[in-house]
Structures are given as structure tokens and as C-alpha cells.
């Protein structure tokens, strides 16, 4: 009995320097990808943000026992220390959030609901995303994770510039943006020249519809040309 005893202990202490191991090479990693992603916020700045703008309490729970949580985990290898993915948020239910994404993360702790799509509308709007395309983003960060090489490899852009540019949000929000003119529109016919306009007027950045590309997604939205001047929806 002693024998097996004393294998059981080896075997735990051996485990526990193992983990021990592989926690501290984790906290390094978390790091090293930290210092690589950008960061447009002082540690004296983040503090004077928190404390104005969320009274140093938890966006969840209330609690004042906080500690500042990167909506997209640094781990990842995405978001980084700018106040669009930063959040205070109670250590406890930091514990279980710390690398998962988290919107996965609310459903499976059932955080409150309203607090949760409360800060999501937050930080979609310092992102200048509607909370839809945020999450979008959210999961494409968790997609196409990175480490300290890629990061440097990408010149160290924003990762929602890198989303942006790898899924064509521009020219999707431009689409989108016609459809939802020519729906509003009752004769289901617009020129050109004022949706040039319209795009100006409403921040929305304009594509050169000649560009083939650009005719294949108003197509595949079933929107047609009438004399290469006007647009409508195809019935």
C-alpha cells in the first residue's frame, strides 16, 4: 500500500508542475501577444475610462470586485488594449469567460441577457459596427486566431481592419445599403447620380458599380440595370 501511495503522490506533484508549467508558459504567451496587437490606451487612461464611464462596477453583474476584460481574449491574437474591447467585469465571472468567446460564453453561463446585449451595443458602436456585424467579427477573430509572428506578418493593422478588408465589408454595407434604398424606394427605380448621394450624405463608402465584382453582388441581391443609369429590384 505504501508503494502505491508514494507512486500516487509522485504522479500528483509531477502533474501539478506540469500545470504550473503550462499555465506560466500560457500567462507568457498572453502576453507576448498582448505587447504585438495595438494599443491606443495608457494604464492611467484606462483607469480615468473606467471609473467615468462605468463607475467602476461590473457591465454584468454591478459587483465593484472588478478586473478589466478584453471582450475579444488576447489570446486569440486579436482586438488588444483599445476601449473597444475592453470592459470591467466582475473576477469571479472572468474566471469561466477568460479565453472563450463571448458570446458563446453568455449563453452557457446564461449571463443576464439585457446586460449583455447592452454592452455588446457599447462596443459595436465605439467599433463603428451595428451589433450584428460585431459579432461577425467576434467569431471571425476566433476563426483565424494568430500568434506574434502573424500579428507582425500583418503589419500590426487593427484586426477589424484585417475583417473588413478579408470579407469585403465595404462593398457588402454599399450593397446592403442599395437594396435597402430600392425597397424603400415605391417606383423601384433610382439613378445612379443620387445614390452617389445618398452613400455621401449617409457615410457610406461608394463602389464604382462597372466593377464586375460589384455587379455580381447586386446581382446575386437581384438588383438589375435599366439603361446603365438607373436601378431597381428585379421582380
Known amino acids: 500500500m505504501s508503494r502505491i501511495s508514494d507512486i500516487v503522490n509522485n504522479s500528483k506533484r509531477v502533474f501539478d508542475l506540469n500545470k504550473e508549467f503550462i499555465e506560466q508558459r500560457s500567462a507568457k504567451r498572453r502576453v507576448d501577444i498582448a505587447k504585438a496587437l495595438p494599443t491606443d490606451i495608457s494604464y492611467g487612461q484606462l483607469k480615468v475610462y473606467i471609473n467615468d464611464n462605468f463607475n467602476n462596477t461590473c457591465v454584468i453583474s454591478g459587483s465593484k470586485n472588478i478586473e478589466v476584460d478584453h471582450f475579444i481574449p488576447v489570446s486569440w491574437g486579436h482586438g488588444g488594449n483599445y476601449i473597444g474591447n475592453l470592459m470591467p467585469l466582475d473576477i469571479e465571472l472572468n474566471k469561466f469567460k477568460r479565453e472563450m468567446n463571448p ?13 449583455f446585449n447592452e454592452i455588446v451595443k457599447y462596443l459595436s458602436e465605439l467599433n463603428g459596427l451595428s451589433p450584428i456585424d460585431f459579432e461577425e467579427f467576434v467569431y471571425w477573430c476566433e476563426k483565424n486566431k494568430r500568434d506574434v509572428k502573424q500579428i507582425k506578418e500583418d503589419d500590426l493593422m487593427y ?38 448621394l445618398l452613400c455621401k450624405d449617409n457615410r457610406i463608402q461608394y463602389f464604382d458599380l462597372r466593377d464586375n465584382e460589384v455587379r455580381e453582388m447586386l446581382k446575386k441581391k437581384k438588383v438589375i440595370f435599366v439603361d446603365q443609369q438607373y436601378l431597381k429590384m428585379k421582380r
Open 103 to 115: 458570446f458563446e460564453w453568455a449563453k452557457k453561463f446564461k449571463i443576464d441577457n439585457d446586460k
Open 159 to 196: 484586426s477589424i481592419d484585417l475583417w473588413k478588408e478579408s470579407t469585403n465589408y465595404p462593398e457588402r454595407k454599399f450593397i446592403e445599403f442599395i437594396v435597402k434604398l430600392l425597397k424603400a424606394n415605391k417606383q423601384q427605380l433610382i439613378d445612379i447620380k443620387t445614390i452617389k
